[in-house]
């Protein structure tokens, strides 16, 4: 229990650790459910804007992810509702995020440590839940005092504006009463001119009858008196002249009436705009008064919130004092087991000690009685006494033979443990007898000082092998005395890779499985084998037990400065691993994804730097240091100019190129950043790309700096010598020759094992090929294709790059159909255009029963096609090494290949009568078009079809295959032992 607790307070950085867990992306909660995710569905197809979005949130707001909203955040504006520009908070998605966090953070954090619930986990979840939430609350309210004040003066705002249209208002209604003013003096004044009208005609009338009396008048003028007549006719003129322009005066005023009638209508029609645009204000106003009584409602809520809070906090402090508590309880614990265990062990011991010490009293008082019983008889005959010294000698014999099995019986016999009870003249004899064989020269000088090291150590195993030449003759002592120098040399190597992938925790292709698989046969076979690895954050934490963080930091330089670098320590597969982790703004491995970043080329120097540093710090002296493809070539010449000089000087250099494809060039001073000195190395004889005198290449720097070059098969160490297959470095490769060997990868058999393999819906065995079938028959239901008719299912995983020859395999799929067979393709591309070409055969597959696409990547669905397949294809354009056909094999499914790489030495043709029968095991094809694929296909067909017994021998056959680590191990172990001795003759002829 006690272990169990330490382990989840470790793990999650409970009580003082706390910070440490906010950076600790294995652990964010949330986070890691979004980058767990988004890991499992490969992260190489997101694209890096989305994912460097998914990262920031990750990194940076723990618990904010849970909420509805983020204040602060503009990406999650969309989701809050807005009213007049006031975001308003919605209250449901406010109190999810606060009661919902500890849920989700608890379901997390089960995930990640895989452990059973505990006391102590659900306080420490408590414990950073509780932090994140105030945080959290508190940004909320004062979010909501924001919008209060905003609201607040939309208001006043609002307000003034209806005084303004008020006025506006009040101004019509009085210029609208001055026009009905006017439109009454106006009516009087038509009453007027229609008045002067009536007068004008009568004065019309009158002037009409004054002109008639005037012309009868004319004949008797002398009658009539002409002057009164001429004055009266002036008169009339001139009233008749006003009386015109009072009538021209009138209908300009008429005119002006009728102009005053439109403007009243206008201003009519304005008046109900007005009307009606009021209206609007004052039901706005009404609603931004309904959002003042929300606002307050809102404000309410938002006491409400912050008393939460306060209990919160007080429910925080209690939790932190239970914390504080559980460690002190905890510390306490561990110091009460170590006392406990080492109150057991003496007892242990002591227990050990009595028994022999028991056993040799008796042995003593035996010998005792004895020696008395011979002295008694010495006085008495001589002849006597002979024979009792021979009784003597016998009884010490006896003795020594107690001893001998007292001591194998003892823990302390354990092979090795000092004995310490030996005389010294028996160490000192022992090591002049080794001395003496060496001037005898019987055995060389490394033999005879490792030997003389187990003496001076007094070493059980020389004690053993010392006791146990008694009776033979001195060749033979000699040789088992040997045998334990070569044991000894043999378990010395000390071997790191240092690598970008490695499987399960981060595997992108068959690189990772390599890392693993050698690591695991190297260990197997005697040697210690240590991991340096970037910490990404998008890893399989899962698959890492005690991952924990060293109490160091480790500074590294990188573009003229030091940064600071935390280590991770865990166990992979059995594996001891460090993991890096940069404290670089750049933050280089939290980008979600392995590969594919802008600045790759900076990510994976300054990461080979930092694992050097790491090595030299951690004072190690591996015997082999061995890098892999162009994300840790650096390793080779930054150890030869800055490690080595530095001390750390005990290592050969193991390069291993996956794929010659990627050689990682890059602008040659771009090599500085990681303290290269590129004057020296942007040399043709040294890291300057053949092909370009500007640019470096990582690759080519490896080949020329390291000790042993090796790739991942025979075949393709051949074809990478040639200019068409060697991307360029087959001149390079051809200079550095004698160091450079093709060594056939293997697979991890235990991981990849049909009768142990829980991804798989039945475990089977060569023996027992039911099982196969019922995978078959699950995988055809579980993807919607036809399952009633015995027909090949024809599988495909593979990563969708030009190398893996995608014309073929869209041929393969058509023409599958044509022959009456089924497909399944595991796979997704990094290359935009080919996975939407495949997207595109996806959809059109959608329902079909005979075709799925499965465009992603997924481990377990992977093993379950291995099982469920009859038939797998790689019709590759190259290939280093493949994996896919011997896992394929492995699980029963017959490969088809194109004859390239290790496809060419690991598939051989059923029909190929130049291969030994009991190699044949697969079907292959040389030219890469769809003639060539189609022959093999077509073979593979009629054989399964035609004559199924045969076909049953023939998958039965390939699962017996060992493609096992053994082999190639046994050759990776020759090259490094065979390395690191020349490098000890050299030094001992310097020496
Ligand atoms: N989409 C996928 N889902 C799961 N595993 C995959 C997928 N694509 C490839 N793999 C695995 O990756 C490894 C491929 O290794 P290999 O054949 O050497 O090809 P490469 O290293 O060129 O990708 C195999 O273990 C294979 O099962």
């Known amino acids: 229990m006690a272990t169990k607790l330490s382990t989840l307070f470790l793990s999650s950085g409970f009580g003082s650790l706390s910070g440490k867990v906010l950076d600790n992306p294995q652990f964010p909660y949330s986070s890691r459910c979004l980058l767990n995710t988004s890991c499992k569905m490969r992260p190489r197809r997101l694209s890096s804007r989305r994912k460097r979005k998914y990262l920031k949130k990750a990194s940076y707001e723990h618990l904010s992810v849970h909420a509805d909203f983020h204040p602060n955040d503009d990406e999650d504006s969309g989701s809050e509702n807005v009213v007049e520009g006031v975001p308003i908070l919605n209250q449901e998605s406010l109190s999810s995020a606060v009661f919902n966090t500890s849920s989700a953070v608890q ?9 059973v619930d505990t006391e102590g986990l659900n306080k420490g979840v408590q414990l950073e839940d509780l932090i994140g939430m105030i945080k959290s609350a508190e940004k ?3 979010l909501l005092n924001q919008a209060r004040v905003r609201a607040l003066e939309d208001l006043e705002k609002i307000l003034s504006e209806k005084e ?17 003013t006017r439109i009454e003096v106006a009516a009087q004044e038509k009453v007027h001119v229609e008045l002067l009208e009536d007068q004008f005609e009568e004065l019309q009338k009158q002037l009409n009858f004054s002109s008639g009396t005037v012309q009868s008048m004319n004949g008797n003028l002398n009658d009539i008196p002409i002057d009164s007549l001429t004055k009266e006719l002036h008169l009339l003129k001139s009233e008749n002249i006003v009386l015109k322009n009072d009538i021209q005066t009138l209908k300009e005023e008429l005119s002006n009436v009728k102009n005053a009638d439109q403007h009243l209508a206008f201003l009519e029609k304005e008046r109900s705009v007005l009307e009606s645009s009021l209206k609007d204000l004052e039901s706005k106003l009404s609603t931004s008064q309904e959002d003042g009584s929300k606002l307050s409602d809102l404000n309410a809520e938002c006491m409400d919130l912050r008393n939460r809070v306060e209990h919160l906090q007080v429910l925080l402090d ?6 504080d508590q559980a460690i002190r309880v905890l510390q306490q614990n561990e110091e009460l087991q170590e006392k406990v265990e080492k109150l057991e062990e003496s007892l242990e011991e002591a227990n050990v000690f009595k028994l022999s010490s028991e056993k040799l009293q008796q042995d003593n008082e035996l010998m005792q009685q004895k020696i008395d019983l011979l002295e008694d008889r010495l006085q008495s005959s001589d002849e006597e006494l002979q024979s009792y010294i021979k009784l003597y000698q016998e009884s010490v014999k006896e003795f020594q033979d107690t001893l001998d099995t007292i001591k194998k019986a003892s823990k302390k016999t354990a092979t090795d443990e000092p004995v310490n009870d030996m005389p010294w003249e028996f160490w000192s004899r022992l090591l002049l007898l080794i001395d003496g064989w060496l001037l005898e020269e019987k055995i060389s000088g490394d033999d005879a000082k490792l030997l003389k090291e187990m003496a001076w150590k007094r070493d059980a195993r020389i004690y053993d092998a010392y006791m146990a030449c008694k009776e033979k003759n001195e060749l033979e002592a000699v040789a088992l005395f040997l045998s334990l120098t070569s044991s000894q040399k043999r378990s010395g190597l000390y071997v790191i890779h240092i690598a970008a992938e490695m499987a399960p925790v981060a595997k992108v292709g068959g690189l990772g499985d390599v890392i693993t698989g050698l690591s695991k046969a190297l260990q197997s076979r005697g040697h210690l084998v240590e991991i340096v690895l970037p910490k990404y954050d998008c890893m399989e934490y899962s698959r890492i037990k005690d991952l924990r963080l060293l109490d160091v930091v480790l500074e590294s330089y990188f573009d003229g400065r030091l940064f600071k670098n935390k280590i991770w320590v865990g166990t992979v597969e059995g594996l001891p691993v460090y993991f890096i982790e940069p404290h670089h703004p750049d933050k280089f491995f939290w980008r979600a994804q392995y590969y594919g970043e802008h600045d790759d080329f900076k990510r994976f120097s300054y990461f080979s730097r930092a694992a050097l540093e790491l090595l030299l710090r951690a004072g190690k002296r591996p015997d082999i240091i061995h890098c892999h493809d162009w994300q840790t070539a650096f390793i080779a010449p930054l150890y030869w100019d800055l490690y080595y000089p530095k001390g750390l000087n005990s290592a050969r250099i193991c390069f291993t190129c996956h794929n010659f494809e990627y050689q990682g060039t890059a602008p040659a001073s771009d090599l500085a950043s990681c303290g290269l000195d590129v004057d020296q190395l942007n040399r043709q004889d040294r890291l300057q790309d053949n092909s370009s005198h500007e640019r470096i290449n990582p690759v080519k720097g490896a080949v020329v700096f390291s ?11 051949q074809e990478v010598r040639r200019a068409e297959g060697g991307h360029g470095l087959h001149s390079t490769l051809n200079f550095h020759s004698k160091k450079f060997f093709g060594i056939l990868n293997g697979i991890d058999t235990d991981v990849w094992n049909p009768s142990t393999d829980s991804f798989i819906k039945v475990q089977y065995n060569a023996n027992d090929l039911q099982g196969k079938a019922e995978n078959k028959d699950a995988l055809r239901r579980h993807l919607g294709l036809s399952s009633n008719v015995r027909k090949p299912l024809v599988g495909c995983i593979t990563r969708l790059v ?18 009456g067979g089924q497909f399944v393709l595991l796979g997704s591309s990094p290359v935009p255009h080919i996975q939407r070409e495949f997207e595109d055969i996806a959809n059109h597959f959608q329902s079909h029963d005979q075709i799925r696409l499965v465009l992603a990547y997924d481990e377990s669905l992977s093993h379950w096609i291995y099982a469920a397949s009859d038939m797998f294809i790689i019709p590759s354009i190259f290939e280093p090494c493949g994996l896919t056909q011997m896992i394929a094999m492995r699980y029963g499914s017959i490969p088809i290949v194109r004859k390239t790489g290790g496809l060419n030495d690991s598939v051989f043709d059923v029909d190929d009568e130049t291969t030994p029968t009991e190699l044949q095991n697969g079907y292959t094809f040389l030219t890469p078009d769809e003639q060539g694929l189609n022959s093999a296909l077509e073979r593979a067909f009629s054989h399964y079809l035609n004559n199924p017994s045969s076909w049953q021998q023939l998958v039965q056959k390939v699962m017996d295959v060992d493609f096992s680590w053994e082999t190639s191990a046994a050759q990776y172990e020759e090259l490094y032992s065979k390395s690191v001795a020349r490098a000890r003759a050299v030094a001992a002829g310097r020496a």
């Open 707 to 717: 000790n042993i070059v090796t790739t991942v098969s025979p075949t393709y160490a």
């Open 802 to 819: 030009p190398q893996k020859g995608i014309h073929l395999i869209r041929y393969a799929i058509y023409r599958t159909l044509e022959l």
């Open 140 to 142: 909320n309210i004062l």
């Open 107 to 115: 379901h997390n954090t089960e995930k990640e440590t895989g452990e």
């Open 318 to 323: 209690k939790a932190t004092k239970q914390a």
């Open 164 to 180: 303004e249209l008020q006025r506006e208002i009040n101004g019509l209604e009085m210029r609208l009463a001055e026009t009905d």
